[in-house]
């Protein structure tokens, strides 16, 4: 635990303004609230000769976050980037659409399943989000176990199991949002160790950010990524979760639960920049420039943390969601433009 995290002032000087053009063209309105997908296992959408836009749309709509961060991909690689994130909308929306029936997500993350074995065997499928994802692993030959992983990952997720203990949050985390950011240094041509050590670091704090953030959405669906030793230790209550605290009591049990979270992504989000700003020798050469722009979501993930700490530490507060995307698009501009998270 680290006791300076509810204290600590994270300020940033800013030496130079980008220029007002660029930030014109960053001024993109946030969509409406998006709606579930039906359910189905057949493809549904435009015709498949668009996928490609296919997937920006799909990305745009439920994970808004990704979107904006696929906008600074470059060209070459932004076809791959939002094939590869329509795919995680795609396995995540699983849970959600058949919340309560185990059986048909566990049937969709067959067909899946079935769907990723066939494009390694240079089978192209119909499906829009299939056939985008199809043409990356062809064109940036994405290596096909973190594909699997991520899938294995969100099956396990169906059964609505509350982790026991914080690794093995860190480990759901891990084969989630890291196995997608090493997928997105591939399709940005990245290869280098020490930006896969950083992607493993900076996953798992956004993995852990990002259920803090849905905490009262997962607890009202019947789920729980906060790890019931650290419930228990702090004996904070569900109905807690679900209704709020009802004494001063309880909302500190609370806040202290959080805060025990919170402080293993902001743990990892230090270890990925100070393996940034040092890299170690390495036969693979410098750290590539790319680097950088597939761990973008780290971004998002700091300004989260930063509200968190700023609210005492209480992931209830709808205030913590974002209501406006302009300075998260102008954060995310300036972290690509100087090459730091």
């Given at each position: 635990?680290?006791?300076?995290?509810?204290?600590?002032?994270?300020?940033?000087?800013?030496?130079?303004?980008?220029?007002?053009?660029?930030?014109?063209?960053?001024?993109?309105?946030s969509?409406a609230?998006?709606?579930?997908?039906?359910?189905?296992?057949?493809s549904?959408?435009?015709?498949?000769?668009?996928?490609?836009?296919?997937?920006?749309?799909?990305?745009?709509?439920?994970?808004f976050?990704?979107?904006?961060?696929?906008?600074?991909?470059?060209?070459?690689?932004?076809?791959?980037?939002?094939?590869?994130?329509?795919?995680?909308?795609?396995?995540?929306?699983?849970?959600?659409?058949?919340?309560?029936?185990?059986l048909?997500?566990?049937?969709?993350?067959?067909?899946?399943?079935?769907v990723?074995?066939?494009?390694?065997?240079?089978?192209?499928?119909?499906?829009?989000v299939?056939?985008?994802?199809?043409e990356?692993?062809?064109?940036?030959?994405?290596?096909?176990?973190?594909?699997?992983?991520?899938?294995?990952?969100?099956?396990?997720?169906?059964?609505?199991i509350?982790?026991?203990?914080?690794?093995?949050?860190?480990?759901?985390?891990?084969?989630?949002?890291s196995?997608?950011?090493?997928?997105?240094?591939?399709?940005?041509?990245?290869?280098?160790?020490?930006?896969?050590?950083?992607a493993?670091?900076?996953?798992?704090?956004?993995?852990?950010?990002?259920?803090?953030?849905?905490?009262?959405?997962?607890?009202?669906?019947?789920?729980?990524?906060?790890?019931?030793?650290?419930?228990?230790?702090?004996?904070?209550?569900?109905?807690d979760?679900?209704?709020?605290?009802?004494?001063?009591?309880?909302?500190?049990?609370?806040s202290?639960?959080?805060f025990?979270?919170?402080?293993?992504?902001?743990?990892?989000?230090?270890?990925?920049?100070?393996?940034l700003?040092?890299?170690?020798?390495?036969?693979?050469?410098?750290?590539?420039?790319?680097?950088i722009?597939?761990?973008?979501?780290?971004?998002?993930?700091?300004?989260?943390?930063?509200?968190?700490?700023?609210?005492?530490?209480?992931?209830?507060?709808?205030?913590?969601?974002?209501?406006?995307?302009?300075?998260?698009?102008?954060?995310?501009?300036?972290?690509?433009?100087?090459?730091?998270?």
């Amino acid at each position: 635990m680290l006791p300076f995290l509810r204290t600590a002032c994270f300020n940033r000087t800013v030496r130079r303004h980008p220029p007002l053009a660029l930030l014109k063209s960053l001024m993109i309105t946030s969509p409406a609230r998006p709606r579930l997908a039906a359910f189905s296992t057949k493809s549904s959408g435009p015709d498949p000769a668009n996928h490609g836009q296919y997937c920006v749309e799909l990305v745009k709509q439920h994970d808004f976050d990704a979107y904006l961060c696929g906008l600074l991909v470059p060209r070459s690689s932004r076809r791959a980037y939002f094939a590869l994130r329509a795919f995680n909308v795609e396995t995540a929306l699983i849970k959600d659409v058949a919340r309560g029936n185990a059986l048909p997500g566990q049937m969709r993350m067959q067909w899946w399943r079935e769907v990723i074995s066939g494009i390694y065997q240079g089978k192209s499928p119909a499906h829009p989000v299939a056939r985008a994802l199809c043409e990356a692993v062809q064109a940036h030959n994405l290596t096909r176990r973190w594909l699997d992983r991520l899938l294995e990952a969100r099956e396990g997720d169906l059964g609505n199991i509350q982790p026991t203990r914080m690794e093995e949050l860190e480990d759901y985390a891990e084969n989630t949002a890291s196995s997608l950011l090493y997928l997105t240094l591939e399709a940005l041509h990245v290869r280098h160790p020490t930006a896969d050590h950083a992607a493993s670091h900076v996953g798992r704090a956004t993995g852990i950010a990002t259920v803090l953030r849905a905490t009262k959405f997962h607890a009202s669906h019947q789920s729980l990524y906060v790890p019931l030793e650290i419930q228990r230790e702090f004996k904070v209550n569900v109905n807690d979760i679900l209704r709020g605290p009802e004494s001063p009591e309880a909302a500190q049990a609370l806040s202290d639960m959080f805060f025990e979270v919170a402080t293993q992504a902001h743990l990892h989000m230090e270890h990925a920049r100070e393996m940034l700003a040092s890299p170690p020798p390495s036969s693979s050469g410098p750290l590539p420039r790319n680097t950088i722009t597939a761990l973008l979501p780290a971004v998002r993930t700091t300004m989260y943390l930063k509200a968190l700490q700023k609210n005492g530490f209480n992931a209830l507060d709808q205030d913590l969601l974002p209501r406006s995307h302009l300075e998260f698009q102008l954060r995310l501009w300036w972290a690509n433009w100087r090459g730091k998270i």
